[in-house]
């Protein structure tokens, strides 16, 4: 599919000052230090392009939720020292997003090269969209464009992914590009047959994607705490498990759309040909390390079991159901994941994914799927066709959502 923004590739940038959004809010571990950098890696091509056209690059992101104020633990100093390793090129570090040292910092560097601004969230009135706080950093950036490439924070209107655009001339970069192209691909002409595997804890975050794929997919396989809610819809009890409340009215449409009588809850999604949820679940008593994994008919849940991850009959059932998908979607992981004992159902998907790479077209949503999927592959993601950098855009896009960061682009 067409992407129907303009992007680096249609603007004569040779020489330039570019202002570009970059989504480097990556995982950290305990010590401050990058967990992951998948996200970081995926920048480098819109990054080298640039470059190569001997463009001065202002890259400007954020990192955590640092409510509006300085925090060193979220200093985006550490980011620029990665990504110089990356790129095998200094990336030089300014303490700030805004103000005459940056002014100046800019200023007096020579062509090509690579400077990283301070957090935008340690300003409030980054998350506020103010049109003053924009105006400053297109201003102070000296650029002549902004690019936006931060995938996974164009659905939200703030200041350095929508109100920016009113100051700069503003197109996508390549990233920005691959995923949108991609995912709408995935959306809207996929191969087929077409399998959806859902998960991960909230049905209020995917329900929208539920209905959209409801509809049109092959398959829709519904995993993770997520499930937990159907169960409870259908009447079973799911003694401590996890539960999110005011959602069964939400379930009941989705049930609408697969099954031709809604009179007994049970059994209109009892091997339905379209929805798939597990008959049996891993069970524990309590959430931990020493955990020991249970598995139990969905029917026969104790007042105190907690259901963390897909059962291993239904894991099989799962995989049966993906045989001859062309196309694969996964959002959300299957179980507790960050658990080795209840992560059997997402590390069987994956396995499964990464056999099959050659004649199944892989996608996998970002987040925490992401985050699994990567320290899961011994290749680096090679395992799978695509690795979102975007979850809860990449989420809004599949569901035919507008994009607050994508609207605000020029058009071609």
């Known amino acids: ?68 104020k300085p925090d060193k633990k979220l200093s985006l100093e550490p980011i620029a020292q990665h990504l110089a390793n990356l790129l095998h090129k200094p990336v030089h570090f300014v303490p700030e997003c805004i103000g005459d040292r940056v002014k100046q910092t800019i200023k007096n560097i020579h062509k090509p090269a690579i400077l990283l601004l301070e957090n935008l969230r340690f300003h409030a009135e980054e998350e506020q969209n103010n ?55 995935v959306r809207d002409n996929p191969k087929r047959p077409l399998a959806v595997v859902l998960g991960g804890a909230k049905v209020s975050d995917k329900i929208k994607v539920v209905e959209h794929f409801a509809k049109t997919a092959d398959t829709v396989v519904i995993g993770g705490a997520m499930a937990n809610n159907f169960f409870a819809w259908q009447g079973y009890n799911i003694g401590k498990s996890k539960l999110e409340p005011g959602q069964q009215a939400v379930i009941e449409r989705v049930a609408r759309l697969v099954c031709s009588d809604l009179h007994d809850h049970r059994m209109c999604l009892h091997n339905n040909q379209k929805i798939y949820l597990p008959s049996d679940v891993a069970t524990a008593k309590v959430v931990g ?74 996608v996998v949503g970002g987040g925490d799927t992401a985050d699994f999927v990567l320290h899961w592959d ?35």
């Open 1 to 68: 599919m067409a992407f129907h923004k303009q992007t680096v590739r249609g603007i004569e940038l040779e020489g330039k000052t570019v202002l570009m959004r970059a989504d480097y809010n990556v995982p950290l571990k305990s010590d401050g230090s990058i967990a992951d950098d998948y996200r970081l890696r995926q920048s480098l091509p819109t990054l080298e392009y640039l470059l190569d056209h001997n463009c001065t690059v202002v890259i400007c992101s954020h990192l955590g939720r640092p409510a509006g």
């Open 131 to 185: 049109a003053d706080f924009a105006r400053q950093l297109a201003t102070d950036s000296l650029a002549h464009y902004f690019i936006q490439d931060g995938f996974g924070v164009v659905h939200r209107a703030h200041a350095s992914t929508d109100r920016i655009t009113q100051f700069l001339p503003s197109v996508a970069g390549l990233l920005l590009e691959k995923e949108v192209t991609l995912l709408e691909s």
């Open 289 to 362: 390390e020493t955990a020991r994994r249970v598995n139990k008919p969905v029917d026969q849940l104790a007042e105190d079991d907690l259901i963390l991850d897909m059962g291993d009959q239904s894991i099989e059932h799962m995989l049966a159901r993906l045989e001859g998908a062309k196309t694969v979607l996964w959002s959300g992981t299957l179980g507790v994941s960050e658990l080795p004992n209840f992560a059997h159902g997402s590390a069987r998907l994956c396995l499964w994914l990464a056999q099959h790479k050659t004649e199944v077209t892989s």
């Open 378 to 412: 011994a290749a680096h993601g090679q395992s799978f066709s695509h690795i979102s950098t975007g979850g809860s855009a990449c989420l809004e896009l599949l569901a035919g959502q507008e994009l607050p960061g994508v609207a605000a682009l020029l058009s071609r």
